[in-house]
Every structure is written in C-alpha cells, then in structure tokens.
C-alpha cells in the first residue's frame, strides 16, 4: 500500500476557508474513524473594536499540528498510521484582523477521537496604543468526540479574561514573558533600554522577553549607545537584521547580569576610525550591585564582520559578540558563535588594543563557543578573546576555524591571559596563526600576575600553523611568565612552528613551577634568529627560571635551528634549561632529524643544562645533524654548559649522526649520553644505553657500537678535527 506524509507548521496564516491539522483520520480496531471538526468563534465581548495579532490554541492531549503519514493511501480506508512529529499548540497569526465590537470569527481545526479533552487559547489583540493578552479556557467540561462530528467551541473575549499593558504583549515573566513581535515592537524595547532606568521593562534581572519572529531593524542605524538591560531576552532562535556603527555600538549597549540566548545578529559589515568599545550583542558587560552575579550569553550568533581603523592610542576592545568585559563583573557565553571578520588596525602602536572573535578583554566562562572567520589586529589578537583578565575558564567544546593575525600576544584562542584560568574539556585551533613575539595556537602568552593556577589539561589540539617574527612562540602557549603555577596537560601540536627563538612544539618559553604533561608535538619546529642563551625544542622552547617538570611527553616532529646562531640550544623535549631544576620523565623522541646550524648545544632530549637537570625513563631515536663551524656540543640525551648537576636514569639512545658534509663534521664535542664541558658542572648516569651510527669524522664512536653505561664503560677525553674535548658520556 502507499502512503503520504502530511506536514503543518504550528504557526499558520488565519484563513476561516482553512481546516487546520493533518489528523485527516485515525485508524483503530480495524476501522476507519475519520476526522472530528472544532468550530472555534472567536468573540469580541470587550466593547470596543480589536485588532487581532495571534491566535494560540493549546490541546491537552491532541495532537494540533506537525507531521503525520496517511496509510493504504489507494485504498478505500486510509488512515494516519503515526505522528512522527507533532506538537499539541497551533498558532495562528491573525494579522492585525479587525473584530468589531460585538463581533465575532469562526475557524476550524480537525481533531482526532478525543475523551475529555480541553483546550486553552491565548488571544494578543490591540487597540490603539494599548495590547491585550486574553487568556481562555474553553469548554472547562471537557469534550469528548468519537467521529464524524462538527463542536463548536466559544472563546469570548471579554474585560475578566484580559491583562493589559501599554508596550508589549505579556507580563514579563519567565511564564509569560513580553513579546516582541515585529520590528515596532523591537524599537520600543530599544527606546526603553536606551532610557536605561525603567524598573519595570529593563534595570530588573526579574524581566523577560522573547522574539516570536525574524526581523528587519536594517532600514536605519541602530543607536543602543548608552543603553542599559538588566533582563532575560530570548530570540526564540529567530534573527534581527541590524545595520550597526562602531559610533552607536552593539544591539545592547551594556548588560548587568542579563541574559541574552537563542539569537542570530546579520547584516552589513560595520567599520569605522574612532577609538571603541564594541560588540555587535553588546559593548560592555558592567558591574551592579543589584544584578545578578554573572551576565550569560546562550546560544548566540553573529553574523556581522566589524572593522576598525583607529590608529588612536586609547584603549580599544573590538570583539565579535562582546566588547569589554568589566573586571569587577562576569560573563558566560555558551554555545556561542561568531561568523564575522574582526579586523583591527594592524598598525596600531596601542599596547591597549584588544580584538577577539568573541570578546576583546573577557572575564567568566566559555563553553562550546566557535569563531569562524578570520581575526586580526596589532597587540592581543585572540580567535576566541583579545585579552582574558582575572578568573577564567574554558569548558565542552571550543572550535576555532579562523586564521589568526597580528603583532605581540596572538593565539588561536586567547593573545594574552592573566591568572587565574583554566582550560578543559576539547579546544581544537584549525586556524593558521601569524605574528612577531607570543605567539601560539591556544595562548599567546600568560602574562605576570597573583600567585594563582594556571590549568591547562584535557584534549587541547592545535593543527595549524604558527610562524613568529620574533621570540616565544610554542604550538600551544608562547609564553608563560609568572610565578603562578603553570599546568598543561593533554595538549596536542600538529602544526608546524617557527620563531626567532624560544620556540616549541608545545610551549616556547617559561619559568615559574609547574609540569607540562601527557603532550604530543608531530609539527616541524624551526627557530630562524639569533638571541642569547635561546632555546628551541620539540615539546619546550626554554624553562628560563623555576622548578619544571616535563612527563609523559613524545616528539616525532623535526627540531631545525637554521639561523647560524651560536647562542641557540636545540632539544628533541627542551632546548634550554636556562636556571633552577626541571625534571624529564617518560619522555620519548621518536623518529626525528635535529639538525642545529652554529648553536651552542644540541641533544636528543635536552639541548643543554645550565642549572640543574634530572631525566628519567626517557629515550631518543633519530638523527643529529650539525651544519657549519662552531657547533660546540652534541649529546644523545644532553649536554651541560654550567655548574649545575645532570642526572641521568634508565635512558636509551639510538642515534645517527648523519653523513654528507653533515654528522659531527663541525662539532667540537659529543658525548653519546651527555657532553660536559670542562669544569662545567657534574654528569651521572645510571643504567642508560647509547648505540651511536655514523660514517663521517674522525672520533672514537667511528663506527656503530653499543655503550653500557651502567658498567662503567665511560669514553676518555679526546681530540675531534684537531680541537681538544672534555669529558665525554
């Protein structure tokens, strides 16, 4: 047999010629039972003529509206076999039709076999300035229906069924909240939150609204500027099309513990010069006593890219749904997306100019937000947020898709943060991110502040590629500066890094405590300038200063330092262990070609120790390659350039040292576990192994042999292309 699926929208255009519902008919024990017909009047009891805007009719049980499939359609006895998708309200919009007093209007709606069914219908109606909402509940008896029988229904419309208000349909609760139904109803909203004061309709966390509609506010510039809302509003998952100014500001001015959700922003790109603070849902979240503790944007869109040339040296907050972000307040944004070009001036020389696809400078949470278009600017450029200051979080699922550009402090995610924050949950960084120093996938950099933790931990992935211009860049933080403790955990690179200096797979520089876990770097990572005591490596650039620890942790990228800079270190884990203790455990490089040009230092795990250095557990497997004169030291697992210890435990190391004008041709030391300069602190190592491969150079490991560490086996010291070396491991 075939069958038809019959599909009504549960909002419908008043038509007294149209029978509304597909319950064309229903089927049980073996027979036909065709459809009932309501014959809803409606009424006008009030006295005076009304304007009818909406008709909402709200079954008990019965199903009013949606998608059913009709059966045995080429038979004599079709029937509705389902309702795959139904709803049990049907709104029917009236379009302003005029009832007289007295009068009255008839429509139909189908029904299948009901007992004791009841039907409840709420009536906006208008006459001159002043909305009625009528509430009605008909036949309080209830009706029972079997087939083939037309009811009426009365609704009367009369002062007792009514509340009146001046502006807006509802009451403005959370169970009847004011309506805005088309764009006059938009603009008093607007009028009155620009006004700001109004206890009733916007200074109350008590007030809610929701949109019943798309529309079109575009035909003149929209002027919010100013404007303060303390309430709930509810887009209803419909659209306002505005045409914005940097001037004139967002579609909120500023937000004090309001809600914002399920709303959509288009139209026009909007661009400007003058020095701002702007977002196209609103340009500042603010502080008051009397609101609620947190502002929340739900479920949000923006659709509008936004432009601004000010090349001004005043603070500047530019952002794709949020402006500022008040330090004395909070703000969470939840399912949040932002689909619009954010362009800053890229030539600005303001230290204070911060630009993000979100927000500009932002404080609260962010949960399953997405920014989709490109963002640029000059200082603290992030995908997601310019600057985060104070406690923040990041939680679910974050994606960002945009290419992310600018000058200091730029990330895939965040240009630059303040402690304390906190990542987890899935952040993925597709966008390729471009700058001069602090740069990174996620963060840029995590500036100096109160002792308070940083934790970044979870599936925290970086694709794209990351290039700076200048120093500390890392695949996920460019810089972690404070004495805070500095987490991360989970995070992955997969893009290809390159810096100047203090550049890594996961984190170019830092210093401080803290561990850096369970992290994976396939990116190529390549440094390209010249600095003093620099660093470059597969997982950390540098630990300038503090107590680190690095676990858990595997490389399979190639490490290049390519810039003929002699004061470079190069590691397949860390570059460089500039000062205090880090400790390396469980960690492993796999399958990777280190190659240094004139660097002070190369290894397979840490370029070189200048403090103090204790690795665990951990092997390299690959090539060292060393190009040009003066590559001082070479070291399977490191090399010491300092007074401090390094400790060496259960480690392996299977390395090649390459052939081809490549090798050891131009290094003036190797040790196959460590290369210590004379006097330059002290080496021990414990059950560690070394098998050495290499067919160029005149030195002792001349050929592949295998060296037990562990019982004592320890190379003299020797001479290499005519240059005296030290101690050798």
Same mark, same amino acid.
């Given at each position: 047999?075939?069958t038809?699926?019959?599909?009504?929208?549960?909002?419908?255009?008043? /038509?007294? @010629?149209? !029978?509304?519902?597909?319950?064309?008919?229903?089927?049980?024990?073996?027979?036909?039972?065709?459809?009932?017909?309501?014959?809803?009047?409606?009424? $006008?009891?009030?006295?005076?003529?009304?304007?009818?805007? *909406?008709?909402?009719?709200?079954?008990?049980?019965?199903?009013?509206?949606?998608?059913?499939?009709?059966?045995?359609?080429?038979?004599?006895?079709?029937?509705?076999?389902?309702?795959?998708?139904?709803?049990?309200?049907?709104?029917?919009?009236?379009?302003?039709?005029?009832?007289?007093?007295?009068?009255?209007?008839?429509?139909?709606?189908?029904?299948?076999?009901?007992?004791?069914?009841?039907?409840?219908?709420?009536?906006l109606?208008?006459?001159?300035?002043?909305?009625?909402?009528?509430?009605?509940?008909? %036949?309080?008896?209830?009706i029972? #229906?079997?087939?083939? *029988? #037309?009811?009426?229904?009365?609704?009367?419309?009369?002062?007792?069924?009514?509340?009146?208000?001046?502006?807006?349909?509802?009451?403005?609760?959370?169970?009847?909240?004011?309506? !805005?139904?088309?764009?006059?109803?938009?603009?008093?909203?607007?009028?009155?939150?620009?006004?700001?004061?109004n206890?009733?309709?916007?200074?109350n966390?008590?007030?809610?609204?929701?949109?019943?509609c798309?529309?079109?506010?575009?035909? +003149?510039?929209?002027?919010?500027?100013?404007?303060?809302?303390?309430?709930?509003?509810?887009?209803?998952?419909?659209?306002?099309?505005?045409?914005?100014?940097?001037?004139?500001?967002?579609?909120?001015?500023?937000?004090?513990?309001?809600?914002?959700?399920?709303?959509?922003?288009?139209?026009?790109?909007?661009?400007?010069?003058?020095?701002?603070?702007?977002?196209?849902?609103?340009?500042?979240?603010?502080?008051?006593?009397?609101?609620?503790?947190?502002?929340?944007?739900?479920?949000?869109?923006?659709? !509008?890219?936004?432009t601004?040339?000010?090349?001004?040296?005043?603070?500047?907050?530019?952002?794709?749904?949020?402006? #500022?972000?008040?330090?004395?307040?909070?703000?969470?944004?939840?399912?949040?997306?932002?689909?619009?070009?954010?362009?800053?001036?890229?030539?600005?020389?303001?230290?204070?100019?911060?630009?993000?696809?979100? &927000?500009?400078?932002?404080?609260?949470?962010?949960?399953?937000?997405?920014?989709?278009?490109?963002?640029?600017?000059?200082?603290?450029?992030?995908?997601f947020?310019?600057?985060?200051?104070?406690?923040?979080?990041?939680?679910?699922?974050?994606?960002n898709?945009?290419?992310?550009?600018?000058?200091?402090?730029?990330?895939?995610?965040?240009?630059?943060a303040?402690?304390?924050?906190?990542?987890?949950?899935?952040?993925?960084?597709?966008?390729?991110?471009?700058?001069?120093?602090?740069?990174?996938?996620?963060?840029? *950099?995590?500036?100096?502040?109160?002792?308070?933790?940083?934790?970044?931990?979870g @599936?925290?992935?970086?694709?794209?590629?990351?290039?700076?211009?200048?120093?500390?860049?890392?695949?996920?933080?460019?810089?972690?500066?404070?004495?805070?403790?500095?987490?991360?955990?989970?995070?992955?690179?997969?893009?290809?890094i390159?810096?100047?200096? /203090?550049v890594?797979?996961?984190?170019?520089?830092?210093?401080?405590?803290?561990?850096?876990?369970?992290?994976?770097?396939?990116?190529?990572?390549?440094?390209?300038?010249?600095?003093?005591?620099m660093?470059?490596?597969?997982?950390?650039?540098?630990?300038?200063?503090?107590?680190?620890?690095?676990?858990?942790?595997?490389?399979?990228?190639?490490?290049?330092?390519?810039?003929?800079?002699?004061?470079?270190? &190069?590691?397949?884990?860390?570059?460089?262990?500039?000062?205090?203790?880090?400790?390396?455990?469980?960690?492993?490089?796999?399958?990777?070609?280190?190659?240094?040009?004139?660097?002070?230092?190369?290894?397979? !795990?840490?370029?070189?120790?200048?403090?103090?250095? $204790? =690795?665990y557990?951990?092997?390299?497997?690959?090539?060292?390659?060393?190009?040009?004169?003066?590559?001082?030291?070479?070291?399977?697992?490191?090399?010491? $350039?300092? +007074?401090?210890?390094?400790?060496?435990? %259960?480690?392996?190391?299977?390395?090649?040292l390459?052939?081809?004008n490549?090798?050891?041709?131009?290094?003036?030391?190797?040790?196959?576990?460590?290369?210590?300069?004379?006097?330059?602190?002290?080496?021990?190592?414990?059950?560690?192994?070394?098998?050495?491969?290499?067919?160029?150079?005149?030195?002792?490991?001349?050929?592949?042999?295998?060296?037990? =560490?562990?019982?004592?086996?320890?190379?003299?010291?020797?001479?290499?292309?005519?240059?005296?070396?030290?101690?050798?491991?």
């Amino acid at each position: 047999s075939s069958t038809v699926t019959l599909t009504l929208p549960d909002v419908q255009t008043w /038509d007294a @010629d149209h !029978i509304f519902s597909p319950m064309v008919a229903t089927y049980s024990n073996n027979q036909l039972n065709p459809c009932n017909l309501l014959a809803v009047t409606v009424t $006008n009891n009030t006295g005076s003529a009304l304007q009818i805007h *909406q008709i909402v009719m709200t079954a008990t049980t019965s199903i009013l509206c949606g998608t059913a499939t009709v059966a045995d359609c080429n038979t004599e006895t079709p029937y509705v076999s389902a309702i795959a998708d139904g709803s049990k309200d049907l709104t029917l919009d009236c379009g302003n039709t005029e009832i007289a007093a007295g009068g009255n209007y008839t429509f139909y709606v189908s029904v299948p076999g009901v007992s004791n069914e009841h039907f409840r219908f709420r009536v906006l109606a208008e006459n001159g300035d002043t909305k009625y909402t009528f509430d009605v509940n008909s %036949n309080a008896s209830g009706i029972t #229906l079997t087939q083939n *029988q #037309l009811v009426p229904v009365p609704v009367e419309l009369d002062g007792t069924t009514s509340n009146s208000t001046k502006t807006f349909w509802g009451q403005g609760t959370e169970d009847d909240p004011f309506l !805005i139904t088309c764009y006059d109803d938009l603009e008093a909203f607007r009028t009155l939150v620009k006004a700001g004061t109004n206890t009733t309709y916007v200074k109350n966390n008590n007030v809610y609204y929701r949109q019943t509609c798309d529309i079109d506010a575009s035909s +003149t510039t929209w002027n919010c500027s100013g404007g303060r809302f303390f309430g709930h509003y509810d887009g209803g998952n419909h659209y306002i099309k505005l045409s914005l100014s940097l001037s004139n500001g967002g579609l909120f001015g500023y937000l004090y513990g309001a809600t914002i959700e399920n709303l959509t922003l288009n139209g026009a790109s909007v661009s400007g010069s003058s020095a701002t603070t702007f977002g196209t849902f609103c340009n500042s979240a603010l502080y008051d006593a009397s609101a609620n503790e947190y502002t929340t944007l739900r479920n949000c869109t923006n659709n !509008i890219s936004v432009t601004s040339t000010s090349s001004s040296t005043t603070s500047s907050y530019l952002g794709g749904i949020v402006g #500022l972000v008040n330090a004395s307040t909070k703000v969470q944004m939840i399912n949040c997306t932002n689909n619009g070009t954010i362009t800053g001036n890229k030539n600005s020389t303001a230290t204070t100019y911060y630009i993000g696809g979100l &927000a500009g400078w932002y404080k609260g949470r962010i949960s399953d937000c997405t920014n989709n278009s490109n963002v640029s600017g000059a200082n603290n450029v992030g995908g997601f947020v310019g600057r985060y200051n104070g406690w923040v979080s990041f939680n679910g699922t974050c994606t960002n898709h945009g290419d992310i550009s600018g000058k200091q402090y730029v990330g895939g995610f965040i240009g630059c943060a303040t402690p304390e924050f906190t990542i987890t949950g899935t952040m993925v960084n597709k966008g390729d991110i471009t700058g001069t120093m602090y740069v990174r996938g996620v963060v840029g *950099q995590v500036a100096s502040g109160a002792s308070n933790p940083i934790n970044i931990s979870g @599936d925290i992935v970086n694709e794209g590629s990351v290039t700076g211009t200048g120093g500390y860049v890392g695949g996920i933080v460019g810089q972690t500066n404070s004495a805070s403790a500095c987490n991360i955990s989970g995070a992955t690179n997969k893009g290809a890094i390159q810096g100047t200096y /203090d550049v890594g797979g996961i984190v170019g520089y830092t210093l401080g405590v803290g561990t850096v876990s369970n992290c994976y770097n396939s990116g190529t990572v390549r440094a390209t300038g010249t600095g003093t005591d620099m660093g470059l490596g597969g997982i950390v650039g540098i630990v300038y200063s503090g107590t680190r620890t690095v676990e858990n942790c595997r490389n399979t990228g190639n490490v290049t330092a390519d810039a003929g800079n002699n004061t470079l270190y &190069a590691g397949g884990i860390i570059g460089l262990v500039r000062t205090g203790t880090t400790t390396v455990n469980n960690c492993a490089v796999n399958g990777v070609t280190i190659t240094v040009n004139k660097c002070f230092g190369a290894a397979g !795990i840490v370029g070189a120790n200048k403090g103090g250095v $204790n =690795i665990y557990n951990s092997y390299f497997n690959g090539t060292i390659t060393t190009i040009g004169a003066s590559t001082y030291a070479v070291g399977g697992i490191t090399t010491s $350039n300092n +007074t401090g210890t390094i400790n060496i435990t %259960n480690c392996y190391v299977n390395i090649d040292l390459g052939t081809d004008n490549a090798g050891l041709n131009y290094a003036t030391g190797f040790g196959s576990m460590a290369f210590r300069y004379t006097g330059k602190g002290t080496v021990t190592v414990t059950n560690s192994y070394a098998n050495i491969s290499t067919t160029k150079g005149s030195y002792a490991h001349s050929a592949t042999t295998t060296f037990n =560490i562990s019982t004592g086996e320890l190379a003299a010291a020797q001479t290499v292309n005519g240059e005296s070396c030290t101690t050798l491991y």
